[in-house]
């Protein structure tokens, strides 16, 4: 697959619905896209960074399955839009020195601070590719699920213009209310 291509759409039917899928290859990230219906702007779109411990596994230390789950289901009941399913593991920082944050945060430290003490940021991600992906598909105006301003300022300095937040609420377990709450008093997500 060259750096730009994407494959033919594909059906794509789940038990959240019967979606179109396409791969997609920008910015050396593999990146997945799931419409459901007719898509006319603005765009109901969720961007999904990979998490391969809570999407697979269903990990109770993040949010991230209840948050792909509830966005698919949203999207269904929208009776239109679109998922955007990137490669950006443990928020940029890949699957090996995930584990290594959750060690990390077993030893006391928040997310943010994990991340950086291995010598990252607190958020490696960057949406550039997805806003690519986008354009190409004719979308420039969407309505954006996230609770995240960064993923908004990021799209927005890619040419994506966002006309609605549309919040995303997941309830907090044992294992995630620390994560959580790192997420909105020191992330700043809007949660």
Do not use: W
Request: proline share 2%; charged share 30%.
């Amino acid at each position: 697959m060259r750096e730009h291509d994407s494959i033919t759409k594909v059906l794509f039917p789940t038990r959240l619905g019967e979606y179109r899928m396409s791969a997609h290859k920008e910015e050396g990230q593999e990146i997945l896209v799931l419409e459901y219906g007719e898509l006319k702007e603005p765009v109901l779109v969720r961007m999904h960074s990979k998490c391969l411990t809570g999407d697979v596994f269903g990990s109770l230390r993040c949010d991230c399955r209840a948050q792909l789950e509830q966005s698919l289901e949203m999207i269904k009941k929208n009776g239109s839009g679109m998922l955007i399913y990137m490669d950006q593991e443990g928020r940029g920082i890949g699957l090996v020195n995930k584990v290594k944050a959750y060690k990390l945060q077993d030893e006391g430290y928040d997310t943010l601070e994990a991340n950086q003490k291995l010598g990252f940021k607190g958020d490696e991600r960057t949406y550039g590719a997805a806003a690519k992906i986008m354009r190409e598909m004719g979308i420039t105006k969407i309505k954006l699920i996230t609770n995240n301003p960064k993923k908004m300022e990021d799209l927005h300095s890619h040419g994506i213009e966002i006309v609605e937040r549309v919040p995303i609420v997941i309830e907090a377990n044992g294992y995630n209310e620390r994560y959580l709450r790192t997420k909105k008093t020191r992330m700043g997500h809007l949660l």
